[in-house]
């Protein structure tokens, strides 16, 4: 599949430590990347030309237009939770829906639950 996105044309959206781009004026999928590490909230910033996310402990930069890893990193000893990504082009920080979100599934997850649907 040719994408002959712009960065102007897409919109981002992160969960369960995927991200999907989508043609901002038909919805259409244009790509989809998994995080190899980490689970669940994926932090999401738009950075110029790249796209920062954030997994549980791990972070990516991906190209925005194709979806493909540039770089990652463990962090190593840094550990877990709800991250902020902050750059000098913009910000995106998980606040309380987030963090509601992070601890329903945390929740779940100790009552041997299968997951958690939003509303």
Request: with cysteine; net charge neutral.
């Amino acid at each position: 599949m040719t994408n002959e996105n712009t960065i102007n044309d897409l919109v981002f959206t992160g969960f369960n430590k995927q991200v999907i781009a989508l043609d901002r004026y038909s919805g259409k999928k244009v790509w989809e990347w998994k995080a190899e590490k980490g689970s669940g909230y994926a932090a999401i910033l738009l950075d110029g030309d790249r796209l920062i996310v954030s997994v549980q402990g791990y972070i990516y930069c991906l190209d925005p237009l194709t979806g493909k890893q540039v770089w990652d990193n463990e962090l190593k000893g840094h550990g877990t939770g709800i991250p902020s990504v902050v750059s000098v082009r913009g910000s995106t920080i998980g606040g309380p829906a987030a963090q509601s979100a992070a601890d329903a599934q945390k929740a779940a997850a100790a009552s041997g639950g299968a997951g958690v649907s939003g509303a």
